[in-house]
């Protein structure tokens, strides 16, 4: 069983950039499958962006296409997820996920998450 560990939110000002990080522990982040998930304040978490096990593919949220930037170091046994030009609409408590099986972008295909980072964009 793998333990993910998020860090990198703040306040950003609109067009700001962050870079999230997921650390795993516990099992190597090479045996998963792994996407980065949002939830904003009354609404229904979401998928932003999901990689495969091996870096070779990759899928975006419309919304977030030309933004943001999944990347993995397995090495590391590390997640990442580059956002630049953040807009208000992206603030939300960000989410990593692993899946051990499939890559998909339904939430209920992951089997392990962390516990969440805040992002705040506002001026």
């Known amino acids: 069983q793998v333990t993910l560990l998020e860090s990198g939110g703040g306040l950003v000002q609109p067009g700001g950039s962050l870079r999230l990080s997921c650390g795993a522990s516990?099992?190597?982040?090479?045996?998963?499958?792994m996407a980065w998930f949002r939830q904003a304040p009354g609404k229904e978490r979401e998928f932003v962006s999901a990689?495969?096990?091996?870096?070779?593919?990759?899928y975006y949220e419309d919304s977030v296409k030309d933004r943001f930037t999944i990347t993995r170091d397995n090495a590391k046994d590390m997640l990442y997820l580059q956002m630049i030009n953040l807009k208000p609409e992206d603030t939300a408590v960000y989410y990593c996920?692993?899946?051990?099986?499939?890559?998909?972008?339904?939430?209920?295909?992951?089997?392990?998450w962390g516990q969440g980072t805040q992002v705040t964009v506002s001026s």
């Open positions: 516990g099992r190597p982040l090479s045996d998963y499958n």
């Open positions: 990689i495969r096990w091996s870096g070779t593919d990759f």
């Open positions: 996920a692993a899946a051990p099986a499939k890559l998909t972008r339904r939430a209920v295909d992951y089997d392990y």
